[in-house]
């Protein structure tokens, strides 16, 4: 603390905190260049259905391989993207590659794909062209891609902004709320959302990794997905890392779970070697 170092309250900003704006300075600089050199690339995390363990679909995350510091994973990145724009284009070339992808590994009924958006992607008006032209000349029917939006993204959006999610909504493109219950958002508005999915948070599924799991936790989950299912929305849970929170959350009625219990996000031939359809 600084009065402890020396009763100088003014002293200069700790050395670890300078570091970081710089590396945020120039990781930002490089965004354009490592787009067109490349250096992005997509691991893929299975989502798993709770009824039968089967694969259900695949999420696809952005990580970058930087010359200098090596693989960055997307939140060092991503929130740089978002400030300076450099996430439209990046986001567009996230969802050709995952849709491509989605392509290669099936012969047949290609596994559904969960792409994320950023808001900036969200309110940009070339949202909903991309997106069915990507569709389009992959030939991929839109049931098979779901978007994953965060819940605190769709705070305060007006009829208007909700717009384009509407239209995706109604080719069959999936909404999922991601990140879900950590927004503060009003549980009423979750009916003018068009949402099919929630993705409930990675901190309810820690509370029920306790002995015994947290009561709040536990009525929350059984909450929200009571809800859910009224609204008819199927329910996802992420970062499940045990037997023991599976199985809590099987109980709970949750439809589909994402974890490290199940899998790591991996590479497209990892991942095609443990879960991709054969056709
Ligand atoms: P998210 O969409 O909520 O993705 C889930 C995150 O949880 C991923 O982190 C995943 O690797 C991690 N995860 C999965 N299972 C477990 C588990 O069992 N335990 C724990 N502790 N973590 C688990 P990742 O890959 O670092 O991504 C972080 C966030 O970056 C994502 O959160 C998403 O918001 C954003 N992101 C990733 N790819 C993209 C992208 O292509 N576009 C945009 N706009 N955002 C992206
Ligand atoms: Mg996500
Ligand atoms: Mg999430
Ligand atoms: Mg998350």
């Known amino acids: 603390r600084a009065k402890d170092a020396g009763g ?9 905190s300078e570091a970081r704006a710089i590396d945020r300075h120039s ?8 787009l067109e050199r490349d250096e992005f690339f997509l691991e893929y995390q299975p989502l798993i259905r709770m009824s039968d363990g089967r694969v259900d679909g695949a999420e696809a995350l952005v ?18 993207a978002e400030h300076t724009g450099l996430i439209v284009p990046l986001g567009r070339w996230v969802l050709e590659q995952a849709v491509a992808q989605t392509c290669a590994w099936s012969d047949g009924d290609p596994l559904r794909v969960n792409v994320n958006l950023s808001p900036r992607q969200l309110h940009h008006p070339d ?3 991309d997106t069915i032209a990507v569709l389009e000349s992959a030939g991929v029917e839109p049931s098979s891609l779901c978007l994953e939006v965060t819940e605190s993204a769709l705070i305060g959006a007006d009829e208007d902004e909700l717009k ?13 709320l991601d990140d879900f219950g950590t927004g503060y958002s009003n549980l009423a508005n979750l009916r003018k959302l068009p949402a099919t999915t929630l993705k409930l948070d990675r901190s309810f599924t820690q509370g029920l990794q306790q002995h015994p799991a ?3 936790d536990l009525t929350f989950v059984e909450g929200i997905v009571s809800l ?13 890392e045990t037997e023991s929170q599976a199985d809590q959350l099987r109980d709970l009625g949750c439809d589909t779970a994402q974890g490290w219990y199940y899998a790591r996000p991996s ?5 095609a070697k443990d879960w991709a359809p054969t056709g």
């Open 214 to 216: 947290d009561p709040v």
């Open 127 to 129: 949202l909903v062209p």
């Open 8 to 16: 100088n309250r003014y002293e200069l900003a700790d050395p670890d």
């Open 63 to 80: 990580r970058w391989k930087h010359p200098v510091h090596g693989r960055l994973g997307p939140d060092r990145f991503i929130p740089l």
């Open 228 to 240: 859910a299912h009224a609204l008819g929305l199927a329910v996802t849970v992420e970062g499940v």
């Open 27 to 34: 990781l930002t600089n490089r965004l354009p260049a490592a």
């Open 164 to 176: 384009p999610l509407w239209q995706l909504a109604e080719i069959g493109v999936d909404i999922a």
């Open 267 to 271: 590479s497209p031939g990892e991942f």
